[in-house]
């Protein structure tokens, strides 16, 4: 097991820069999935861990070690790709024994080691079997194990279930977390999946253009985003741009009022907004609750609206409403979605959880205070 710690790391193509000045400490033991979108540079961030990437600045150290000028093969990593790359005419026993036969290790000791790894996988017994014998998922698992056999300091994921159905997906991803939490490897996932990035993760670092967005737990992430990028990228979300029009304090207790066209939102707010400052103002659409038509209790925020659609997704059902001209969405479950899916007209609608963002400047130049985004919750 090893910590990692990656210091200002950047990667260049020519006029093209891959990754930013990129920091970030992994703990011994931790497993830290790398999230964002396609191009993010989150996979070349992890194939400079690996060595297969050299970094144009900044270093690369596993403990006490400085590995940015070691090469791949002596870094002592474990690399799970997209996909298992397995050898076809290899049994399962001799691929996933193939890194200890390269390094020369006796048979009996690695025989003991293949029927240790293939009991830790769930494929006891297929040891005899050729991967195309196999399903998707279990030939994964092979993969995995043959990175196991060779007890690497540290297991790299480069969307290791991207290539597998949904219903695969979601089993494996659970495996893939009992192993790590088992072996206690020190780990690095890479996904655009956000279902598979807070199922497993210990902390979750969201990328965006070469750079990090956010650190944080899934609750941090999702609930306390801390840019645009992360508010809107993670899960869904109905956002307003508009101004502060109203602030009220009360000791370390602030109310803000964010006025966007028609629409105005009441919040919880960071003292350092100011009256006519240009936030961004978000709402989860599942903390949006339909009303009965005079019912407004409890809740900080109650509008009224006319119903435009609403789509049916079974568990859920999503309700599309025009208020003021802004369309607010919100998720009903429960018997209510079918109560709903027949329903036109008008509705009225309440919430109080509201994240407020500073806006960023539309000309280009920072919004005051960027480094220290502010946001609150209620």
């Known amino acids: 097991m090893s910590t990692v710690r990656l210091v200002e790391i950047s990667k260049q193509y020519g006029a093209t820069v891959a990754v930013h000045e990129l920091s970030l400490a992994i703990a011994d033991g931790e497993l830290v999935t790398l999230l964002g979108p396609s191009g993010c540079g989150k996979t070349t961030t992890l194939r400079m861990v690996a060595g297969l990437v050299e970094p144009t600045q900044g270093r690369v150290w596993f403990d006490d070690q400085d590995v940015t000028d070691v090469p791949p093969r002596r870094r002592n990593i474990g690399f799970v790709f997209q996909t298992p790359a397995l050898f076809p005419h290899m049994t399962v026993a001799d691929n996933i024994g193939f890194g200890l036969s390269v390094k020369k290790v006796k048979k009996d000791v690695i025989a003991a080691r293949v029927g240790e790894m293939l009991a ?197 059902a999503q309700l599309r409403v025009d208020v003021g001209g802004r369309e607010i969405r919100a998720d009903v479950s429960g018997g209510l979605r079918l109560a709903l899916v027949e329903r036109q007209g008008r509705v009225r609608l309440g919430f109080n959880d509201v994240t407020v963002i500073r806006a960023p400047a539309t000309d280009g130049t920072p919004p005051r205070d960027e480094a220290a985004a502010t946001t609150a919750a209620v």
Do not use: W
């Open 120 to 316: 830790l996988v769930g494929l006891a017994g297929y040891g005899a079997r050729l991967p195309a014998q196999m399903s998707g998922g279990q030939q994964q698992r092979v993969a995995l194990a043959r990175v196991l056999a060779t007890d690497p300091r540290v297991l790299l994921f480069d969307e290791p279930l991207s290539a597998l159905d949904r219903n695969l997906r979601d089993s494996l991803k659970y495996s893939i977390l009992e192993l790590q939490r088992r072996t206690k490897k020190t780990a690095i996932y890479v996904t655009h999946d956000q279902s598979e990035a807070f199922a497993i993760s210990d902390r979750i670092v969201v990328m965006n253009a070469g750079r990090i967005e956010q650190i944080g737990t899934q609750t941090d992430i999702y609930l306390r985003p801390e840019t645009p990028f992360v508010a809107e990228f993670i899960g869904a979300t109905n956002g307003f741009r508009g101004r502060v029009s109203r602030l009220d304090r009360d000791g370390d207790d602030t109310r803000v009022e964010v006025t966007a066209g028609a629409l105005t939102v009441r919040c919880r707010a960071p003292i350092e907004l100011a009256v006519g400052d240009e936030v961004l103002a978000y709402v989860r659409p599942e903390n949006v609750v339909v009303l009965d038509d005079r019912d407004g209790s409890g809740y900080e925020n109650v509008v009224d609206g006319q119903i435009d659609r609403v789509i049916f997704e079974g568990p859920t």
